[in-house]
């Protein structure tokens, strides 16, 4: 389901799955239960065992689709690179690395209205911070 699904109605789609699943799983044994009553317990074991293989036949070649296997794991929407975005920029946003504070704030507001998340740089410790020499700092401020 995550590879025939689009990414974003991937939620939906496995809803749907489970729904017929507990339909499934509901209403077989009535099913069973009738045609043992009318047939014997023989042939309704027969039945069950003869639709057990038919399905899996009709699964066995989705085992050699090269679609099908590991899905690939895309990193989280905050971290994901816009296809307007300057690739270099995003990185050094992410990786924590001083960026033009006006620059990052139209990206973000891009990002918001394209409904996607904002960039949140990554906060380095105090220890990296204060080898970048934040003594300087205090003389502008």
Same mark, same amino acid.
């Given at each position: 389901? +995550?590879?025939? %699904?689009?990414?974003?109605?991937?939620?939906?789609?496995?809803?749907? !799955?489970? *729904? *017929? =699943? !507990?339909?499934? =799983? *509901?209403? *077989? $044994?009535?099913?069973? /239960?009738?045609?043992?009553?009318?047939?014997?317990?023989? &042939?309704?074991?027969?039945? /069950?065992? +003869?639709?057990?293989?038919? %399905?899996? %036949? &009709?699964?066995?070649?989705?085992?050699?689709?090269? @679609?099908? /296997? @590991?899905?690939?794991?895309?990193?989280?929407?905050? @971290? @994901?690179?816009?296809? !307007?975005?300057?690739?270099?920029?995003?990185?050094?946003?992410?990786?924590?690395?001083?960026?033009?504070?006006?620059?990052? =704030?139209?990206? !973000?507001?891009?990002?918001?209205? %394209?409904?996607?998340? $904002?960039?949140? $740089?990554?906060?380095? $410790?105090?220890?990296?911070?204060?080898?970048? +020499?934040?003594?300087?700092?205090?003389?502008?401020?």
């Amino acid at each position: 389901l +995550g590879v025939i %699904a689009p990414i974003d109605k991937i939620g939906y789609v496995q809803g749907l !799955n489970n *729904a *017929a =699943m !507990n339909f499934g =799983m *509901a209403i *077989a $044994p009535w099913l069973f /239960g009738m045609l043992a009553d009318a047939s014997g317990t023989v &042939i309704a074991i027969s039945v /069950g065992i +003869g639709i057990s293989f038919l %399905a899996a %036949a &009709i699964n066995l070649p989705l085992t050699c689709d090269s @679609r099908f /296997g @590991r899905v690939k794991e895309l990193p989280p929407p905050s @971290r @994901r690179i816009l296809s !307007n975005e300057d690739p270099e920029f995003v990185e050094k946003v992410l990786a924590g690395e001083l960026v033009d504070q006006e620059s990052l =704030m139209l990206v !973000n507001f891009e990002r918001l209205k %394209a409904g996607s998340k $904002p960039l949140i $740089p990554k906060v380095k $410790p105090y220890s990296v911070d204060k080898e970048f +020499g934040l003594e300087h700092l205090h003389e502008y401020a």
